[in-house]
């Protein structure tokens, strides 16, 4: 790393600018915005972008969402765009939204995985739309995070793991919302969510009036080579300890389960709402959202994921959440978390 650019309690956007230059000259920043930080790079340079899968050490057939600021932005890297798919643009973005459109030439192969379509984000975050103009090139960044380990929310959680392979970082504290981007395909003039995430199939359904949730979202693959988002392919999000998801609509139903899985280990590690807390018996509870606050849940959950190894527990029990609105994006991280261990009674 070169240049640390300390935004969290300035308003002093002037040296977005450094971290622009760095965009254009090949270079890779870690940025902020709404949802996770980003491992960004000029997408239209090749070079630039090899980089960021190099330094994920992320497999190559996994495309990366290409950044914009304006819509100008949007038709230099993508064609043919449908009525419905403008609704969508209008409605969601700028924020926690991708949507998934049919690329141009100018967009290279290494963004897209060789796929023919593009993922595109417009994030609200002032910074990184600040960023995007002040570049004037769309912006490649999958989540700042090492493959396989939670996407980072703040840059403590990442600053060890990322710090030798970007030139820029800008750092502007928590992220709002803590997961990430709702990914959405138009299939047949329907909405198709392959990533759920803080904009909900309920808003997206308001929109277009149908909305479809791809099954593997809360399963397992079977054939791998249907998928529709790579990324859904591969682990993700998990701690080095073993995981557990345990959920049911009966809170005492599901607080009896967990006691009774936590009394056959050692040292057992709970994720609970504050509410729940004193109801277990074992010694090492993180209590992290008020139940039913999925908001504060979806942004503290990352964080809370990469901690619990430091309590070198031998099975860290999870209490699931409704999947409803973002708790459908909250539990499709849990049970990539937990390795598809999941219990639902
Ligand atoms: O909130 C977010 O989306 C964050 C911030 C940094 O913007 N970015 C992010 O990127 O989560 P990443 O690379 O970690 O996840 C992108 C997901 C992957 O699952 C990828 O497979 C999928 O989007 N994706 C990207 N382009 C695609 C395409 N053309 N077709 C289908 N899926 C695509
Ligand atoms: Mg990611």
Redesign the pocket.
Known sequence: MNTYIDLKSSNNHMNIQIAAKSIKQGKLVLFP?E??Y?IGADGLNKKAVKNIFIAKGRKQD????L?VCNMDMINRIAKNISKLEYKLISAFFPG?F?I?LERKDIVPDIV?GG?D???I?M?SNEIALKLIKLANTPIA???ANISGKP?GTNINDIFNELKDKVDTIIDDGECNIGV??T?V?VINNIPHI??PGKITPEQIKEVAGNVVIDEHILQKLDNEKDV?????KYKHYAPNSKCILIYSKDNNKMVNKINDISKEYKKPLIISCIENKDKYLCQNVLDIYHKDNLDELSKNIFHTLRKVDLYTPDIVIIEGVKKDGLGLAIMNRLIRACEYNYIEI
């Open positions: 915005t949802t996770v980003g996994n495309p990366l969402i950044h926690p991708t998934i897209t796929l379509t593009v993922g984000r994030p960044a999958p989540s996407s990430e981007s990914v395909r392959l990533r529709l988002s790579p990324g859904m």
